[in-house]
């Protein structure tokens, strides 16, 4: 079975498994307190051109979300998001368990607007029984949305620009953020979220590192007693220079490595999409990253499925459904090649 199911069936790449080994006898300070946790910090201050940036590591995305969100958040506020939304659907109420409603909007190809986000704020904020209702705060968003689909700079500037008329923080999920921005369609630069979000995290786990996050908080509001809340949810690990380490390896060189496996990994997947379109599939929506969202026969995919792992996305109608193709960063050319020849055979 060959796996095209996630981004992060893989361990880590061996630069990162290589500089793992190299320090491993060397003793360090614990916590995320040690000179490669610095390090790694300095560089993603420089990379985001934001100096005064507080950046601390965490070892997974739902990990990252619940501890930023329960720290931003007073107990009567809540996170507005699209209804598509990772910690929506997919992280089993994690955010919810923290005391926090999740206030989902409907959304076009698995984003939200600024408009949507501005009239949410005033439909609580003027409702006679305002007192009465979960108080928005907070807007979550990811690049690449579950849906694969990315935010572009003017609509994240509109949406900074709504948030910062209604008082609300804006934080961006990075799980996936390095294929966003190896992206063709990509307009967005590490700066622009420094610049247009309260804080938001990079994503390693999914793009060559054996795990971790790293958490850029800019708002010097949210910066205030975060260890506390890291060290409350379970994620200030002990090795924490273990992170440090491999965001070392990601990022140094202007991103060298990360970039490299993201762009690695989307235009394979742009060689799967040729394949998919010269046959006449059509898709659930269009994207550029590493995510695929095609639609096809149900007898098709049961003929894909026989060696291919993929992901089953929703029912289309009687005799058609979603299903998610994904690369990775470690995703090989003859896998693809195998993916294709299957896919020029599927039955109509």
Known sequence: MIYFNCDYNEG??????????????????????????????????????????????????????LTVISSALRPYQGVLCADTGHIHLHETGAVEATGHKVLSLPSVNGKISARQIQMAYYDQANNDAFEHIVQPKMVYLS???????????????????????????????????????????????LADLASFCDVFYMGGTKCGALFGEAVVIINQELQKDFRYMIKQKGGMLAKGRLLGIQFVELLKSNMELYLSLAKHADRLADQIRYALTQKGYPYLVE????????????????????????????RVDDSHSAIRICTSWATRTEDVDSLIHTINTLPD
């Open 143 to 189: 690049s690449p949305s579950e849906l694969g689909t990315l935010y572009s700079r003017k609509e994240l500037e509109e949406i900074h620009n709504v948030c910062r008329e209604c008082g609300l923080y804006l934080f961006l999920d990075g799980a996936r953020l390095s294929y966003g921005l190896a992206a063709e369609e990509n307009d967005l630069a």
């Open 287 to 314: 994207t550029t990253a590493n995510q695929i969202f095609v639609i096809l026969p149900d007898k098709a995919i049961a003929a894909l499925t026989q060696n291919f792992s993929v992901t089953y996305q929703c």
């Open 12 to 65: 880590a790449h061996p630069h990162i498994l290589q500089k793992l080994s190299e320090t491993n006898l060397e003793q360090t300070p614990g916590y995320g307190e040690d000179a490669y946790c610095k390090e790694a910090a300095d560089l993603i201050r420089t990379l985001c051109h934001c100096p005064d940036a507080a950046v601390h590591f965490l070892v997974g995305g739902t990990q990252a979300n």
